[in-house]
């Protein structure tokens, strides 16, 4: 399975960006697709993540009100809208995709999203 993440870039504060990670390869019934996000010196950390099963989206948690997960389960692909975005935002936004969310298989090359104030 390979992960393709797109459309991060460069956003002035209070403006939204929308995400995407497409999934290639073998076809997933049931897994956890997730968001996470490493600021410069900082930790990586969950954004939120979005469960798949039996070929469609189970739940999804997102850990910032701002923000909202979803995605298809028929095209493989999960989405990150981010509304209201502060410069405290910049990071670099990685998808992952595995069996349950503490166990990541697959990650995304990671997307840069640059708030501007």
């Known amino acids: 399975v390979q992960l393709q993440a797109s459309g991060g870039g460069l956003v002035q504060t209070g403006g939204s960006l929308r995400l995407s990670c497409a999934a290639s390869g073998r076809a997933f019934e049931t897994a956890v697709m997730a968001w996470f996000r490493q600021a410069p010196e900082k930790d990586r950390v969950l954004v939120g993540y979005i469960s798949f099963g039996a070929g469609r989206s189970l739940y999804t948690i997102s850990n910032e009100d701002r923000f909202t997960v979803s995605g298809d389960a028929a095209k493989k692909t999960g989405y990150l809208q981010m509304n209201s975005l502060k410069p405290e935002d910049t990071a670099v936004y990685y998808c992952?995709?595995?069996?349950?969310?503490?166990?990541?298989?697959?990650w995304g090359q990671g997307t840069l999203v640059t708030v501007s104030s």
């Open positions: 992952a995709l595995g069996p349950t969310l503490s166990s990541m298989t697959f």
